[in-house]
Structure formats: C-alpha cells, structure tokens
C-alpha cells in the first residue's frame, strides 16, 4: 500500500495570507489527523477526522482548521497566517492498529 | 492534566551501550503508550506499544501504572539507532485517534 502523502512539501506564505495544506490517507484508513511540529512547542494535535465528520480537536484558534472529503482525503486550512505559524504540519492516518504519519508540508510564514 | 514528559533532550551512548530513554505521563484515564521514532530524513514511524509487548529492533518498554512511566531500554546500543524519539499517549479505546507527544529524546550513538 502506498503511503500517507502530503502536497505541497514546501511552502513559503507571507503573513496575513491564508494556506491549503492537503493529505492522501493508506487507502482504507477513514481517520486523518494533523500535527503541527516546531522547535519551541514540539508535535501538538490540531484535529482529527473520521469519515468526513471532526472527531476531535486541539488547543488551536479558529484559524485552523480542517474537512474531509468522501474518499478520505483532507485537507487542513490555516487563514491570517502568522510568523508563529512556521511548522511543519504532519498528517497521520490510522486504521484499528496503528497511525501512520505522512512527510509532512514545511510552512514557512514570511 | 494529560502530558507526557521526557526528561532528556538529548541522550549520548557509545556502541554497545545500554539504553534507557525516559518517558513519565499524567493521564486520568486508561492510557495506551507508544514510542515514536525518526531517523534522519525519514517520516515519523511508530516503533512499539505498550499493549502488545514486543520487542522490536532489540528495543522493549514495560508500562509501569504505579511510576506512570514507560521506558524504553535497550541493552547494547548500534550506530543505527541514532534518531529523535517520541513517547506518545493516546486513551485506550478504539476510534480515539489523538496522540499527546512529549518533546522528545535524541539519541546519538557513538563508534
């Protein structure tokens, strides 16, 4: 089974702008979750979702946010970006087993 | 409070070595733990959990609920295992898929 994928890899956003961020769960797996990953603040949860609907959610500001389409794939939204946003993001998909992390999309916030 | 708190940063071993990475939590709840790891330039992977006892790559890790700790040791250290790691907690039920990472341990192995 091919892996999660995350596109872009690498993005560089001015602040004020807003951001698309796109995930393609293991075929199958019907849960996507996302993290933000920074030196200061380590991997934090945003929110996951399972068959199209927000299953849980983090300590996040509206900002962020997230959907699910019908064939799994997500997608997470970050508008006004901010200098604190540079991360990277990673996706996760898990079946009953386990979670399986993508590569994750660098966002860089100028 | 849910956390999960590793102690050292960084972790510097020679070969052959034993290994012992810190990992302590607060969780109210029945937990599950995991152990994260990342080599360079690769994704996030999972490495073991608590409730199926393996051992994998010569790594073990025992859940201890009155310490609420779960370390993770390893008696002789190899170059390969050079990588950041993540102690991980999620609620023990199914179709609770929301990890609490801690900072994480690099650990470094010397020849």
């Known amino acids: 089974k091919a892996g999660v994928t995350q596109t872009p890899r690498y993005l560089i956003k001015t602040r004020g702008q807003q951001v698309t961020l796109s995930c393609s769960p293991i075929?199958?797996?019907?849960?996507v979750s996302w993290y933000q990953q920074t030196p200061g603040q380590g991997l934090q949860f945003l929110f996951e979702?399972?068959?199209?609907?927000?299953?849980n959610k983090g300590n996040f500001p509206g900002r962020f946010s997230g959907r699910q389409f019908s064939n799994s794939r997500s997608e997470m939204n970050v508008s006004t970006l901010e200098l604190g946003d540079s991360a990277l993001y990673l996706c996760?998909?898990?079946?009953?087993?386990?979670?399986?992390f993508g590569p994750g999309t660098r966002l860089t916030v100028t | 409070a849910q956390r999960v708190t590793q102690p050292e940063k960084l972790l510097s071993v020679f070969k052959g070595a034993p290994v012992e990475l810190k990992c302590n939590y607060s969780?109210?709840?029945?937990?599950?733990l995991f152990w994260y790891v990342q080599y360079s330039r690769q994704r996030l992977q999972l490495l073991l959990r608590?409730?199926s006892r393996e051992s994998i790559k010569g790594f073990t890790a025992d859940l201890n609920k009155g310490e609420t700790s779960f370390h993770l040791k390893k008696p002789f250290a190899q170059e390969e295992d050079s990588a950041m790691y993540y102690c991980?907690?999620?609620?023990?039920?199914?179709?609770?898929?929301?990890?609490?990472f801690g900072a994480g341990t690099r650990l470094a192995v010397h020849p």
């Open positions: 996760a998909s898990s079946d009953q087993d386990s979670t399986y």
């Open positions: 075929s199958g797996h019907r849960s």
């Open positions: 979702y399972f068959s199209e609907t927000q299953r």
């Open positions: 969780y109210s709840g029945s937990p599950e």
């Open positions: 608590h409730i």
């Open positions: 991980a907690l999620s609620r023990l039920s199914g179709g609770y898929n929301k990890l609490i």
